[in-house]
Structures are given as structure tokens and as C-alpha cells.
């Protein structure tokens, strides 16, 4: 089943497969409809960034040390965590200024320099080859084991003579494949939505793949995790491997140092740029993939101890390669169709890498590296060429071709000296050179572009001489004198102890040193000079990309609409010059677009997304004459820009604060209006009840007046009513007076202690006459002893006498009976008045608190009160401190009680 | 904009977080010779800690604005 033919057979099916993926994905994105619009596939595409590496290379590195697999995928987890603050803000800027690379990115930062941008191209291309020959070293030591089946070859057994080196096949291969897929046209916004879409289905692949050799190993060669653990417990020769620290696994120090690189690695390695932040369809697919992505990696390093310590424990020792234990595992049980899907999965592992990986530096390479320098040769006449798209696909692919012969010529030279780990981490060394230049870029103004070229220099120097030249060096391509007694026998610069410094493993020798350089040189030559006008534009549309006031142009001179179409039919097809322009008429309401800053920028920034921003810079300044800014202009438009941004937020508070002044006062006015509504409800109330006293008093004395004749005992009767509406007038007339004193507030209140029990007593003394003269009994029902409150003493007798007479006046004369009654209720006193009068209904219950409301109806019923008694209690006892209230039923009579607090 | 500025922090916490639990002195703690469930003390460790660890990133980066 594992011949040759069936391996070939299947290798080819399964990039076929692939290859069908990304055409679908590509049709169905031309169509609109787009398959990589989803957190899901976004998430699955960043695990482009498991590889070969972490397919076959973990378990190898985890043979060897235990935890060292670990810190690769952890410092990416600890990473991710920052991206809603970090990447959010790297993938708004590039949107915004169509930034095609990582290359791009920087070289845009640092005012669109084409010479940063090359360098950051180089230092990418040479720093990934390492990554590279790793990912080509896996799949064809991988292949040529699975050929040696049913053997289990040695390491030592696999080298080969060229023609049958299958690396070299390998790497042409791949190249085809990556030239069919990522440059089959040439994309505006340089999104490969068919690469997004292969790129998340290997990651399915890869991972199924692992998780089944892992399970096997597991539950099917061994029995569960703990068979495996305790074996190798066990074991005297690997029972170090499971407390690492310190011993196998090195100290904490070079732990650290992984985590960081790793940190760094996951954003600054071009393939991850290319996914995370130039495929990005949906800023917000990043919320997904913050959790989505950690958790990917996790489940891919579960089986990674299992498989280890189950591969040690199971080959004599020296027999087998470690990084190839996935593989030869299964194979070595027989297991084919296992052994088969291991090596698919590691393909893909692999393929993934190197497709993204070479699309992205072969966009750098073009855009940055070879554009920039062939525009620039006008012996070429390149400006009068007129269709250049031929030209860039040619570019590109040659790139391509050319990336994964280096990868190959890297594996011959240095590729057997490491293990695969070791030769991946030496790449992510020099991609975390990017680091201070990105980063710095993105939250520091005052960075500049000689501090990014020196900082990029420095670190990337060091990086050559501590890890590229000793790994040459082990391969016995250079001296190895050199790493033992440094260069001409200068120990102090031994590249494995830099200036003395021993006792750290490579790495974190290379990354203390690198960083030191690397740091030191761009904040050092960032401070010595000024920025020029336009690295300072560039340096405030990254720094403030959030807060700033939608796109911000600063450019002065003169231009022609048909120069500027011709520029941009050249490099992106006459087809798709014509749509751009056609949008941006129909965008801005004109016919023609008119040659304006407006336009000069959108075809610059057009041909950014193809050329880059250096290259697509230099092609516009050479068909339009721009006026130089200075420094100060460029500051100038910023100020105001940002002025318009602080004017128009303190706009916004000024009208936020208008409307809510203007609301209180749409309420005061509301308020005040009901308040004059109710004074003249009031006035008209008032005069209405001084009315009817008036009018009896008048007719009356008029028929005393008109009649002298009267009978003596009909004169009393007559004066009598005369007195009593006199009275009621005079009562009247205290109450209104008491009620405007209680409403505006003119009341003097003498506050004193009050025993209620006198107050009761008095107050029946003074009614008893009322209560006499239409035979209603009162009964009291008093404790012997009364707590204080605090009260105006006089207020309250007003309120009892007001209680009290209600109860009288509107009780039924003879049967009549009223009780009042004191108790202590939670803190308050509570004073009861119950009667067995007709009751009040529980409609009328609240309303007879309010000012001129009586029960009864006032049309039929003769008001027998002003209608303000009650009211006047209320207020009283509110501002005393208590309630007021009534419960009654219809005919049953009614209980008026009210409360006070205690004194004390 | 407030609510992504909450998130944005929460997560900087939880990356702070991790960088605690997945260093010295921490790791050392569990770099003993002991087994849970028959997994080397330090293993478990690793995998409980760090998936908890993208568990609670999930709760946040996920947590309504």
C-alpha cells in the first residue's frame, strides 16, 4: 500500500484537492460571494503558522528536552491576547492604506521609503530560508521514509545523490504549485481568497491527521496517557524528562527567551502577516480568532508528550529520528493507512507554509525590492511600457522560483547540522528583528526612518553573526575555528559568546544581543534627528489611525486626469483602471474625475495595493509635479486637522449641553404652567366657597332688614344662621390662609416634645361640645403611658380637632360613635380615629387628601367643609415627619390614621 | 468605542496573566516529580493552565460591547 506509485499517487490527488479548493473559492469570490468571509475559516487560516514543524519537529524537540515544544505556542496564545489592542490597530492602518506586505508596512510607516522597504525584503527573504528548508527537509525525509517502508531507516541512511534527491524535486514542485495558486492573476488588493480558503482546509487536514496519530498512539500502542507517563517514569534514561527545568530541558531564562521570540514571531513572520492582516476580510473576525486560534494550538500539542515518550520508549536508542517519530510509529505496527494520513497531514503542514510564506515574500520581493529599483532605471524606458501586469506576474513568479531554490541550497548547506526546531527558531530570530520597527511604528511619532534602517541594521547583523554564520560554521561550510577561537582567533567576538558573554544557549545569546543592537540603534538614531515632512504625515496617519477624521490628504501641485488613468491602466489592466475611475466619478457626483489631491491620492493609493507604497509613490511623483511640503506645512495641516477633530468634539458637548438645558427648561415651563393652572383653579375654588356663606349671610340680614315685622323667635333663628355662616366664614377664610402660609413655606413651625395622651385629652375636652350636640360618643382608648414626639404642638391639635369634627359631621346623629386610639408602630406613634359613619369609597380615599376634594358627590350633596381640613393635616403631618391615610369601606365606616416618629 | 477599550484592556491583563503562570517562579512549583491522574504534575499543569487560560480569553473577547 506504501509503494511509490500509491505515495506519488496520492501526494498529487491530495494538491490537486487543493488546488480545486482555491479555484472554487476564487470563482465563487469573482462572483461576490464570498467562502473566506467568516471568523471560522479566518481562524483556521492563521494555523497556517503550525507547520512541518510543529507536525514532525515538536515531537522531535520534545524527545529531546521535554517542555521545549511548549513555549511556540504558548508565547503565541499570551500574544493574541494583545491583538485586540495591537493587530486591531495594525490591520485598520493597512486597510486604510492598503498596505500589501510586511515589507510594505514598514517602508509605509517610515514615510514610504523604498530603501527600508528593501531592506526589511532582504533581512525577510534571508532570515525565512532557514523555515523554508525546513518545511523541505521535513516533506522529503518524511517521503522517504514512508518509501523505505516496511524499514525503518536511520537517520544517517537518507542522504542521497542529486538526481534522487527528492528535496530538490520537492522544492519545484512546490514552486509550480505556488505559481499556479498565488499568481495566476494579479489581484488589486492583493487578496488570495483561493490561497485563505486551501490554507484553512490544511489546517483541518493537519490537525485530523495528528490527533489520529496521536490517538493511536495513545489508546492503540499504548493504554491511555498514564501508561505512557508511568513507563516512562520508569524509565531511568527518561525519567529526567519529566521535571525538565533545570536539567533537560534547560533553565527558566532560555524558557522565557522562546516565549518572547514566539510572541513576536506570530506577528511579524510574513506568511502570518500575509493571513492575519492583508487577508483580513472583517476586523471584527479577530474576536473569534483571538480564542479560536489559542485553542487550535493547544489541541495540536496534546499527543505531542504522548507521541515523544511512546516513540522513545519503543525504538532502541539511536534507531529512529526523533522528528520522524510520527510517521515511523505507525509504520512500524504495520499500521499503512495510519502512516499514509501522517504523511498527507504533514504535507499539508508543510505545503501550507511554504504557499503563503513564498506568495508573501515574493509580493516584498517585487513590490519592494525589484520595482523600486527597475522604475527608477529609466534606461529600461519602464514608463513608457504600456501594460506592466505581464511584467509583475513575471517578477513575482521568478521570486517564487527563486525563494524555494535558496530554501533548497540552505537545506544542503546547513540543513543537517539541526534539528528541525532549531533550524525554524533561527528564522524566527530574524523575523522578531521587525519588531521595533512595527511596533514602535504604530504607537510612537517620534520614530523615524534612519532609527528604523539603523535599528533593522544592527539587529539584523547581529543576527547573522550569531546564529546564520555558526550555523554555517557547524556545517563545515566555514572554519569551525570560528566559533571556538572567533574570528582570527579573536575571543572576545566568538559569535557563540559575544563579547565574553558564555553560559547562554544560542538563542538567547543571539535574541539578548540582537535586541540590544536592534533597540538600541533605532530609539538611539530616532532621537538624533527630526523626521522629515513626510515621515511625519506618515508617522500621524498610523500612530492616531482611530482617532483621525477620515482619510487625510497633504498634497499641492498640478496633474492631468489622463496621466494619472494611463498611470494606473499600466500596472493594474485597462479593464480595471476604467471600473476604478468610473467609481470614483460616481462616488464624488462628477462626470470626469478632475486631477485634484482627491484623485492623485486614490490612484496612488490603488496602485499602493499593487506596487506598494515606495513603489506606488515614485510612479506618481513621475506623472505629476508635486510641490514639495516642508516640515512646518505638513505640521500645519495636521494641527488643524486634529484642531477640527477637538472642535467638532467640543461642538458635540456644547449641542449635547444646550439640549439638556433646553429640556429643564421645557419641564420648568411645564411645571410652572400647571402650577398657574392650579393657582386659578384655586382662586376660583376659593371664591366659590366664600360665595355660598356670603350669599346666606346676605339674604338674611336683607330679610331682617326687609321685614321688621318678624316674629322675635324668628329673628334669633335667622340671626342665628347669620352667626353660624359668619363663623364658617371666618374658618374659611384661617384655612385658605393657613394653606398659601403652608405652601409657600411662611410657616413657623415651634417644634416641641408632645405627649400625645394630653393632646388627645384636650382636644376631646374641646370638642365635647360638637360631640354633645348630635349625641355621638366619643371613646378613648389610651396606654397609661405615651411616647414622646416631636411635633408643633398646635399643628397637631389642629389636626386631631380636624379628625375629630370630620368624624362628628359626617356620622349619623344618636348612633353615632367614634374612637380614637394611640399605639407605638415601629419607631412611630400612630394615632387611629375610626368612626361608624357611611364610609368612604376607594375611589375617593386619595382625593380627599387633596386641596377642595370631598367625598360625596358636590352637585347632589350639600358640602359640609371647605374641603381644605384634610388637606392641611397632610401637610402638617408630611412635614413632621409621618403619613396620613384613610382605610375604609362603604358603609362601613372609616379609620383616618396618621403616624409621627418618635422623639429620641 | 468604550466597549472595545474595556476588552482591549481585560485581554492586556490576561496576557499579563499568562506570562505569570507560564514563568519562573511559578513553573517551578510544579517542576516536581508528582503525578495527577497518572500525568506528570507539571504536564497537567501546562495543559489545564493554558486552556483555561483561552477559555477566559473567549469570555472576554466574546462578552457582549
Redesign the interface.
Known amino acids: 500500500m506504501l509503494g511509490t506509485s500509491v505515495v506519488i499517487l496520492v501526494s498529487f490527488a491530495y494538491l490537486g484537492l487543493l488546488f480545486a479548493i482555491a479555484y472554487y473559492a476564487d470563482q465563487r469570490a469573482d462572483a461576490g460571494r464570498s467562502v473566506i468571509a467568516s471568523p471560522y475559516i479566518y481562524s483556521l487560516s492563521l494555523a497556517v503558522y503550525a507547520t512541518a514543524w510543529t507536525f514532525y519537529g515538536s515531537v522531535g524537540r520534545a524527545a529531546d528536552n521535554g ?1 521545549g515544544f ?2 511556540i505556542y ?1 508565547g503565541p ?9 495591537v493587530m486591531r490597530k495594525i490591520v485598520r492602518i493597512s486597510k486604510q492604506n492598503r498596505i500589501t506586505s510586511l515589507a510594505d508596512f514598514i517602508a509605509s510607516r517610515y514615510g514610504k521609503s523604498a530603501l527600508l522597504g528593501g531592506m526589511v525584503t532582504v533581512i525577510a527573504v534571508v532570515g525565512i530560508l532557514p523555515y523554508i528548508s525546513l518545511q523541505l527537509k521535513a516533506v522529503s525525509s518524511s517521503f522517504t521514509t514512508v518509501l523505505q517502508y516496511p524499514e525503518i531507516a536511520a537517520p544517517a541512511a537518507l542522504h542521497v545523490s542529486l538526481p534522487q534527491d527528492t528535496a530538490l524535486y520537492v522544492a519545484l514542485i512546490l514552486a509550480a504549485f505556488t505559481i499556479l495558486f498565488g499568481t495566476r492573476h494579479l489581484d488589486a488588493a492583493e487578496h488570495h481568497e483561493g490561497m485563505v480558503a486551501a490554507i484553512a482546509f490544511e489546517s483541518v487536514v493537519k490537525l485530523v491527521a495528528f490527533l489520529a496519530v496521536g490517538a493511536w498512539v495513545t489508546w492503540g500502542l499504548y493504554n ?4 505512557i ?2 513507563r516512562t ?1 520508569a524509565d531511568a534514561q527518561l ?1 529526567p524528562m ?5 536539567g533537560v530541558g534547560g533553565d ?1 531564562s532560555s ?2 527567551w522562546l ?1 518572547i521570540l514566539s510572541m513576536l514571531a506570530i506577528m511579524f513572520l510574513p506568511r502570518q502577516f500575509q493571513v492575519t492582516v492583508i487577508e483580513n476580510k472583517d476586523e471584527k473576525h479577530l ?2 480568532a ?2 479560536l486560534f ?2 487550535y494550538m ?1 489541541a495540536i500539542n ?1 499527543f505531542v ?1 504522548p507521541i515523544a515518550f511512546g516513540g522513545l520508549l519503543h525504538f532502541p536508542r539511536g534507531t529512529a529520528d526523533a522528528d520522524a517519530f510520527v510517521l515511523t510509529l505507525p509504520m512500524s505496527q504495520k499500521q499503512e493507512l495510519l502512516a499514509l494520513v501522517v504523511f498527507i497531514g504533514g504535507l499539508s503542514a508543510a505545503t501550507g507554509m511554504v504557499i503563503v510564506e513564498t506568495i508573501a515574500l515574493s509580493t516584498m520581493v517585487c513590490n519592494d525590492l525589484v520595482m523600486p529599483v527597475l522604475l527608477r532605471l529609466r534606461g529600461l524606458g519602464l514608463n513608457q511600457r504600456k501594460d506592466l501586469t505581464g511584467l509583475l506576474l513575471g517578477i513575482r513568479r521568478g521570486a517564487i522560483v527563486l525563494i524555494l531554490l535558496l530554501g533548497y541550497v540552505y537545506f544542503k548547506i546547513a540543513g543537517e547540522a539541526y534539528a528541525l526546531v532549531a533550524t525554524g527558531l533561527i528564522s524566527f530570530a530574524a523575523v522578531a528583528q521587525f519588531a521595533p520597527a512595527a511596533l514602535g511604528g504604530i504607537f510612537w511619532k517620534g520614530a523615524t526612518r534612519r532609527g528604523a534602517l539603523a535599528g533593522l541594521a544592527a539587529g539584523f547583523g547581529v543576527w547573522f553573526y550569531t546564529l546564520l554564520l555558526p550555523a554555517f560554521a557547524r556545517s563545515q561550510w566555514l572554519p569551525a575555528g570560528l566559533l571556538e577561537h572567533g574570528p582570527f582567533g579573536i575571543e572576545f567576538l566568538k559569535p557563540l559568546a559575544l563579547f565574553g558573554v558564555s553560559g547562554l544557549d544560542q538563542l538567547t545569546h543571539a535574541m539578548i544581543w540582537s535586541m540590544v543592537a536592534n533597540i538600541g540603534a533605532y530609539v538611539g538614531v530616532s532621537l538624533l534627528h527630526a523626521p522629515s515632512a513626510e515621515e511625519h504625515r506618515q508617522a500621524s496617519l498610523f500612530v492616531d489611525v ?1 482617532t483621525w477624521p477620515g482619510e487625510a490628504r497633504f498634497w499641492r501641485g498640478t496633474a492631468s486626469s489622463p496621466s494619472l488613468f494611463n498611470l494606473l491602466a499600466r500596472f493594474v489592466g485597462l479593464k480595471a483602471a476604467s471600473e476604478a475611475f468610473r467609481d470614483y466619478a460616481r462616488a464624488h457626483g462628477v462626470e470626469r474625475p478632475e486631477a485634484d489631491a482627491d484623485l492623485v491620492h486614490f490612484v496612488e493609493k490603488q496602485l499602493a495595493g499593487v506596487l506598494g507604497a515606495a513603489s506606488a509613490h515614485i510612479m506618481v511623483a513621475s506623472v505629476v509635479k508635486e510641490e514639495a511640503l516642508t516640515l512646518e506645512e505638513v505640521r500645519t495641516m495636521l494641527d488643524e486637522a486634529s484642531q477640527i477633530v477637538v472642535y467638532s468634539h467640543r461642538l458635540e458637548q456644547k449641542s449635547q449641553e444646550l439640549e439638556r438645558a433646553s429640556q429643564e427648561l421645557r419641564e420648568a415651563n411645564a411645571r410652572l404652567t400647571e402650577l398657574d393652572r392650579m393657582k386659578d383653579e384655586f382662586v376660583s375654588t376659593v371664591s366659590h366657597e366664600l360665595r355660598t356663606p356670603l350669599t346666606s349671610i346676605r339674604s338674611f340680614t336683607e330679610i331682617l332688614h326687609d321685614n321688621p315685622q318678624l316674629s322675635l323667635a324668628e329673628r334669633e333663628r335667622f340671626l342665628g344662621i347669620v352667626i353660624k355662616e359668619t363663623e364658617r366664614l371666618t374658618r374659611l377664610i384661617g384655612q385658605v390662609l393657613d394653606v398659601s402660609r403652608l405652601e409657600s413655606g411662611r410657616v413657623e413651625w415651634h417644634e416641641s416634645l408632645i405627649d400625645m395622651r394630653e393632646v388627645i385629652e384636650d382636644t376631646a375636652a374641646s370638642t365635647s361640645q360638637l360631640f354633645r350636640e348630635r349625641n355621638v360618643r366619643l371613646e378613648r382608648n389610651l396606654p397609661s403611658r405615651v411616647p414622646k414626639v416631636r411635633a408643633d404642638l398646635d399643628r397637631i391639635v389642629q389636626v386631631v380637632v380636624n379628625l375629630l369634627s370630620n368624624a362628628v359631621k359626617f356620622i349619623e346623629p344618636e348612633r353615632g360613635r367614634v374612637e380614637i386610639a394611640v399605639a407605638e408602630d415601629h419607631g412611630f406613634l400612630r394615632v387611629d380615629v375610626r368612626d361608624n359613619g357611611p364610609g368612604i369609597s376607594a375611589e375617593h380615599q386619595e382625593i380627599i387628601f387633596h386641596k377642595f376634594r370631598q367625598a360625596g358627590d358636590p352637585l347632589t350633596g350639600k358640602p359640609q367643609g371647605s374641603g381644605l381640613g384634610l388637606y392641611i393635616s397632610r401637610r402638617i403631618i408630611e412635614h413632621s415627619g409621618g403619613r396620613i391615610w384613610v382605610s375604609s369601606r362603604l358603609g362601613d365606616g372609616a379609620c383616618f390614621s396618621f403616624t409621627l416618629p418618635l422623639a429620641g | ?1 468604550a466597549g ?1 477599550d474595556v ?2 484592556q481585560r ?2 491583563a ?2 499579563l496573566l ?2 505569570t503562570l ?3 517562579p511559578v ?2 512549583v510544579f ?3 508528582e ?1 495527577v ?4 504534575l ?2 497537567a499543569y ?2 489545564v493552565a ?2 483555561s ?3 477566559l ?2 469570555l472576554v ?2 462578552r457582549p460591547d
Request: proline share 7%; aromatic share 20%; glycine share 10%.
Open positions: 517542555v511548549l513555549p504558548i496564545t499570551l500574544m493574541i491576547a494583545l491583538w485586540w489592542v491511555g496517557f498514564g501508561d507517563f508511568e517514569a525519567k519529566l521535571t525538565p527545568f533545570g527558566y524558557w522565557i516565549t474576536r473569534k483571538i480564542w489559542p485553542l493547544l496534546v508528550l482611530f | 468605542m472595545s476588552r482591549g485581554l492586556a490576561l496576557c499568562g506570562l507560564f514563568s519562573y513553573l517551578a517542576n516536581v516529580p503525578t491522574a497518572g500525568i506528570p507539571l504536564y501546562f495543559f493554558w486552556g487560560l483561552i477559555a480569553m473567549a473577547a466574546e
